[in-house]
């Protein structure tokens, strides 16, 4: 608990909220941070939610969640949230100014964000009905309220003022299952600020007391709202009555040519076929995408030399000689790694899953890279460091276009300082330690 916020004296209060409810982890990080013990009994929805005495002197919605203090009951989780920060220090601003603009992004996440999540990521959950024009309006709004943030954290580290406040907390609490779930690596790309600040607040100790989401856990492929069969058939049915209306018009002229009667009927069935036809072709473009990395001048180097001669030679002295006799400092770059968050890092097979994740994603460099991850340490403490070749003179934008990437720092090395480096280098590619020298546990190999 940070001694800037907590409250002069200790309380304890009760909240009256079903398990794991969404809305109530923004009053639970407010609490921590004010020293606010926060008791949550036992808890039954459609019942005690229902019962006369909730409705009547609790919250006559029967919604939840909902305060109990010495003075009475508070129900709206931004209310309570508001309350509990009132409590605490410094967390509702200095002055009127402060706690005014507190008020404004508190009301800026209700009113432009919330609606548009709720749209988005309430098929997704199992809450209502997918509607395509309504998913896709709501996208639109999501972008235009993270640009308007984006433009305003460019200039400001915090919502208001040079501290966390509760605004900080309410807004990234509403944000956080959409970074779980729906902004993918090319959805959050232009919002670098936003990123920045989202992972800033999310990581605060407080905040990860409640709820723990570092970077490498942000939503890598977007999840969709599964459309239920008979929605698929009102569609299918919609489309028909439309094809039939336009049949007429179509079919005027050509009547006496009997070939063309058929033709709609053979559509039909081929238009799925089509268009995964269509599909394929556009990867297959994609793929066929010149890359830069081919266009830089020959090298004498030839990498996959050197991966058959690592691969085939049980001497690792030896294949790392010829790496160095045979290294092009002009074609190819050398560079450590280490993962940012190996204090999260306490079980071997989920580290692993890491690191095979981030080779999976690595697809399109096997061509033009080599890598050697290492983890070292303890079962449950230890850390991803490694060592990489690179085709080109700097880290190539194929890396930088993979999410993972960005979830380790990377250190160039040196050519003329190459010979300092030599012994770390061979201990990486021996699976003996890391540079730090702790003993190697399990790697993989990008050849």
Not at 247 to 271: A, H, Q, S, T, V
Not at 364 to 387: N, P, V, W
Request: with cysteine; proline share 6%; aromatic share 12%.
């Amino acid at each position: 608990i940070n001694a800037e916020y907590m409250g002069s004296v200790p309380m304890t209060l009760r909240l009256l909220v079903n398990k794991d409810n969404i809305r109530a982890r923004k009053i639970f990080i407010a609490a921590k941070y004010a020293g606010i013990t926060i008791e949550v009994p036992p808890f039954e929805m459609g019942k005690d939610n229902e019962s006369e005495d909730y409705l009547t002197f609790k919250n006559p919605l029967g919604k939840v969640p909902v305060l109990e203090t010495p003075e009475g009951y508070i129900f709206e989780s931004n209310a309570i949230a508001r309350y509990v920060a009132r409590k605490a220090k410094n967390l509702y601003g200095k002055n009127e100014l402060e706690q005014a603009q507190i008020d404004q992004w508190i009301d800026f996440s209700s009113n432009e964000i919330e609606p548009s999540a709720i749209t988005w990521l309430g098929p997704i959950f199992g809450f209502g009905t997918f509607n395509a024009e309504l998913h896709q309006q709501a996208v639109n709004y999501l972008k235009t309220a993270l640009q308007a943030l984006n433009r305003y954290l460019e200039r400001n580290t915090y919502l208001v003022g040079e501290r966390l406040s509760i605004a900080d907390i309410i807004l990234t609490s509403t944000l956080l299952p959409l970074y779980q779930k729906v902004f993918d690596p090319m959805f959050r790309k232009p919002y670098f600020n936003v990123n920045r600040w989202f992972e800033l607040i999310t990581q605060q100790p407080n905040f990860k007391a409640v709820v723990s989401l570092s970077p490498a856990a942000w939503c890598t492929v977007a999840q969709k709202a599964t459309v239920k069969k008979e929605e698929k058939k009102e569609e299918k049915k919609e489309e028909k009555k439309e094809e039939k209306k336009e049949k007429p018009k179509e079919e005027k002229k050509p009547k006496e040519e009997k070939p063309k009667e058929e033709k709609p009927k053979e559509d039909k069935k081929k238009k799925p076929k089509e268009d995964d036809e269509e599909e394929e072709e556009d990867v297959e473009k994609e793929e066929k995408k010149p890359n830069p990395l081919d266009n830089l001048p020959k090298s004498n180097f030839a990498l996959d030399a050197y991966k058959r001669e690592y691969s085939n030679n049980k001497d690792v002295a030896a294949s790392t000689q010829f790496l160095w006799d045979n290294y092009d400092p002009q074609g190819y770059c050398l560079f450590y790694c280490k993962y940012k968050y190996n204090e999260e890092n306490n079980a071997l097979f989920k580290t692993t899953n890491l690191i095979g994740g981030f080779f999976q994603r690595l697809e399109r460099m096997h061509k033009y890279a080599f890598g050697q991850m290492l983890i070292c340490g303890t079962e449950k403490s230890h850390d991803i460091s490694g060592f990489w070749i690179f085709r080109g003179p700097v880290l190539p934008d194929l890396m930088l276009d993979v999410p993972d990437t960005e979830l380790y720092e990377w250190t160039p090395i040196p050519w003329e300082q190459i010979d300092q480096h030599k012994a770390t280098i061979l201990d990486y590619l021996k699976w003996e330690k890391d540079a730090a020298g702790k003993p190697c546990l399990d790697g993989k190999t990008f050849k």
